[in-house]
């Protein structure tokens, strides 16, 4: 059974880059649509970036467009997600989820229903 375990968060300064890594024990990260979601305190739940499953295609919400980048590697079972010149507003608890039969878009901008979420980990960016 897929398990997803996120890891990379924690505090950055503004301006600043953190990596979060969304990796699968079981080695089955290939068959899915992976999105990082995030939700900041007091907000709903917002689709960040989203990648397909074999063709690399992917999907950005605008505030993140040109900062963010989403990246995996089938082999190894793992998705990450580069952030850079990292802004307060990015500050939530960030989410991986890995759900079949969706394209990035519509994962991202969707309520994935049927995905498969890991337990989340916490980025804070503040001077």
């Known amino acids: 059974q897929l398990r997803l375990v996120e890891s990379g968060g924690g505090l950055a300064q503004p301006g600043g880059s953190l990596t979060l890594s969304c990796d699968d024990s079981t080695f089955t990260l290939g068959y899915y649509t992976i999105g990082w979601f995030r939700r900041a305190p007091g907000k709903e739940r917002e689709g960040v970036s989203c990648?397909?499953?074999?063709?690399?295609?992917?999907f950005y919400t605008d505030s993140v467009k040109g900062r963010f980048s989403i990246s995996r590697d089938n082999a190894k079972s793992i998705v990450h997600l580069q952030m850079n010149n990292l802004k307060p507003e990015d500050t939530a608890n960030y989410y991986c989820a890995a759900e079949r039969f969706t394209t990035p878009q519509a994962m991202c901008t969707g309520d994935p229903a049927f995905a498969t979420w890991g337990q989340g980990v916490k980025v804070d960016v503040s001077a």
């Open positions: 990648i397909s499953r074999e063709d690399g295609s992917t």
